[in-house]
């Protein structure tokens, strides 16, 4: 297999055993600063996915806690094969501070009334949200918390 662009595009998905938390790479600026960027894998690649709408409604919720419990967050968002999300943080290279955020993060979700930003003015698909659907993904990632330092490496 020729090696591309894309880091996960060189990732056995075979090889990984999800959930975990995986350093993907550190992209250093001109000015020093650094990008972390991690996957944060919910679902065995190729024998289980996240169905959509929960996954959206859990990508508004993560998306506006996780700020809550982590500095330095440019992004977090889903993988389009539906089984986990990327995170992107500035400046912040630890993995105990990702996992106690996340941890924290989908226990806010399990605690939530309602999806932040679901709305047709707010959401690019306001129609496609289940909080039940989030809740019960953010309860199967917690119940396999043990797991998270299961990080892949080749």
Not at 8 to 24: C, E, G, M, Q
Not at 48 to 60: A, K, N, Q, V
Not at 107 to 135: F, I, K, M, Y
Not at 146 to 154: G, T
Request: contains cysteine; proline residues 4%.
């Amino acid at each position: 297999m020729n090696k591309m662009n894309v880091e996960s595009f060189n990732l056995d998905h075979t090889k990984v055993v999800a959930p975990y938390i995986r350093l993907v790479g550190v992209t250093t600026g001109a000015k020093g600063d650094q990008v972390y960027k991690y996957d944060i894998r919910f679902c065995q690649p190729n024998q289980d996915h996240m169905e959509m709408p929960g996954l959206h409604s859990l990508e508004h919720l993560m998306a506006e806690n996780i700020r809550n419990h982590l500095d330095h967050v440019l992004d977090i968002g889903p993988m389009g094969c539906q089984t986990g999300f990327y995170l992107s943080l500035l400046n912040n290279d630890s993995f105990e501070a990702v996992s106690d955020a996340l941890e924290k993060t989908l226990n806010d979700v399990l605690n939530a009334t309602e999806v932040p930003a679901c709305n047709e003015v707010q959401c690019g698909w306001a129609a496609n949200h289940s909080l039940s659907g989030a809740q019960k993904i953010a309860k199967q990632m917690l119940a396999k918390k043990s797991s998270w330092p299961n990080v892949f490496s080749e």
